[in-house]
């Protein structure tokens, strides 16, 4: 009676199948392809919030723009292609190796000029890299969009997404807006009677079409459920002897792990839960806490080598950068900043003459130099190679001159009194500074580049020079 019982069911619940179950199945596969699109979008928008790629687009040169992008390419998952654009829409950067095919140039001008364009868009013209773009704004610390970020991502990952959910007996397809295949899974190996559904993926302008073959797929079911009915007779009055205690045990366990590991993913790490009845989990709870301790260490000096120059204990470009943008914003407040650049004369050649070594002594005695003379309220931040760099805040104008040429004096003193740099490749100074201008400076990067050009000015005057915008 019971088997009886449960064909009748089955019957029944297969009647409709044509229309319910199907639409069912259809709607959670594009609600999955959806899933998908979100989660790249939440990727691409986490690099595209990085102080990083924001300091890239405002102050690194389409070269270094380009490397970034290469870079940025392999921890992107499952992309081919990944470019920075600036707010007027330029790409930094050669379109060509950055895989930004004509297509993909189109469909951004296109955006950038407000037009409608297919969201994703799909570019085929060279089919192993057929692929879809994404694109997502970059913006500053005042909320002004500084460009865009785009990546695209290969069309085979959209295939592996329908073969994972496509079933026997279906054929599954993916189309574009104009109805061509983006991606299909699935087959039907004989022809009979069929049943055809398409609906639309969310938060896209693709659709997603099933067809799946009706006259088998009542028998199929009424075959696996006998089947499945004679095994679960079979096996019933064992399970039941065990399922509450393996359910209870393992239940209990693994959610501690899960808890612990959530805390980890958290960065915070409370004390050991001791009501652990597994021996296995008993073991695997010190290590997640090891871990975790490490990669708090590891984290921690991985953020202060970023921020700090390794050869002078000075702040780097990337922490001057950054304490620039702090200074620039007060300075619009009305506090007076002065940026002064500053260059070592004859550095190169005593790098070479005198050796790497009286180079490197030469840069760590005009970073004490320097970390000497500044203020509590001064920032000093060597940028590279033989240049360092200032922010003076509030400091009064008649004094910045004094105050650069009495740094220049010591740092000869220094010089003189330390046997690894010889009497003749001494090193002066040559230095360009200039106030942030509340009233004329309406771009951070415009008063760097004055310092840059008075700087210049300052090393073709001669060595020891002291120049003002």
Partial sequence: MSAIFNLLLVRSHYKNHENEQIREQLENKALILSKQLRLYHQVIDNVAAETSTRDMLMFGDAKSAHQWAVEMRKFIPQSIGVALLSSRGKILGDPVSLRLGPQCLTDLTRLSQGESVAHPPIHREIP?????????????????QVGILFVSFSLDTLKSTLQESVSKEQFLQLLDIEGHPIAVAGSISTVREQYNISMRVPNSSWSIKLTENLATALPIHLTLSLSNLTMSIIVVALILLFIGYITR?????????????????????????????????????????????????????????????????????RHFNNEFVRAYNLARRGIP???????????????????????????????????????KTDFAARLGGDEFALLLLDMQHEKIRPCIEKLAETFLEQQERHPAVPDEFRCTLSCGFTFINVHRDYNAAAVL?????????????????????
């Fill in 337 to 375: 900043m002065a940026v002064a650049l500053i260059n070592l004369d004859n550095f190169k050649t005593l790098n070479v003459s005198a050796g790497k070594t009286a180079g490197d002594q030469a840069l760590k005695l005009l970073a004490n130099t320097l970390q000497q003379y500044c203020r």
């Fill in 249 to 317: 045990t393992f239940k209990n366990d693994f959610n501690k792990i899960k808890a612990r590991l959530i805390q980890v993913s958290e960065g915070v790490l409370e004390e050991a839960n001791p009501n652990i009845q597994l021996k296995e989990t008993a073991e695997i709870i010190p290590f997640i806490e090891y871990i975790a301790k490490d990669i708090q260490k590891k984290q921690q000096m991985i953020a202060n080598q970023s921020w700090i120059d390794e050869l002078t204990g000075l702040p780097n470009r």
């Fill in 128 to 144: 192993e890299l057929s692929h879809f773009d994404l694109t997502t704004p970059i913006f500053d610390e005042q909320n002004m």
């Fill in 449 to 469: 580049t004055r310092a840059d050009k008075t700087l210049a000015e300052a090393k073709s005057r001669g060595k020891n020079c002291v120049v003002e915008a």
